[in-house]
């Protein structure tokens, strides 16, 4: 193959296209108008008008928040604040204690109370799952996290983090600021 390509002529259609395009197009001061040859018509038939159709919707912003992991500093959050968060220095305005509750009515409690900390404007709250028994943990101190990274919560929470003065049993939250 030589890699080149052949050069194809105009079809008759985009001709008269061309044609009808120059033809209204005004010359530069001081030039004359050059000759253009006579096109043929070709058979050249108007597009169909378009259909009305509804506006499209505008594009949706994807929040593509990076997953919370307990204890680690989130993006976003600067270092005196997290600090401050890990080490049980930010006090909790509310806190929300799990022991004795299963897992699903934990679940709903934990939405029920992120949602009415951040209406009414709490910067930080406590969650108690407690340690659990065993060696891996309770159930919902192992669930807890994935509760947080559901599409629902993960953009109520900036960060997580276990204060040293509570243990592994309890959760510092620091909720995001409502925007106006």
């Not at 061309?18 to 010359?27: E, G, R, S």
């Not at 253009?36 to 593509?64: C, G, L």
């Not at 006090?91 to 929300?96: D, I, N, S, V, Y």
């Not at 404007?121 to 969650?127: E, L």
Request: charged fraction near 25%; charge should be positive.
């Amino acid at each position: 193959m030589s890699g080149r390509l052949k050069k194809r002529g105009l079809s008759e259609a985009d001709r008269a296209l061309w044609a009808n395009y120059a033809a209204h197009v005004a010359p530069l001061r001081g030039r004359a108008r050059p000759d253009v040859p006579p096109v043929i018509a070709a058979d050249v038939t108007p597009p169909a008008p378009a259909k009305a159709q509804a506006a499209p919707p505008p594009p949706m912003r994807m929040q593509h928040a990076p997953v919370i992991t307990v204890g680690t500093a989130p993006a976003g959050l600067d270092a005196r604040r997290w600090a401050a968060l890990r080490r049980g220095k930010l006090r909790p305005e509310r806190t929300l204690d799990l022991h004795g509750q299963r897992a699903q009515e934990a679940h709903g409690a934990v939405r029920a109370f992120l949602a009415a900390a951040l209406a009414d404007g709490v910067r930080c709250v406590c969650v108690v799952t407690g340690k659990g028994d065993r060696v891996e943990g309770g159930v919902l101190r192992r669930e807890f996290p994935h509760w947080l990274n559901a599409p629902d919560l993960r953009p109520l929470v900036l960060g997580a983090a276990h204060p040293h003065r509570a243990g592994s049993g309890a959760v510092h939250l620091l909720l995001r600021r409502p925007r106006a």
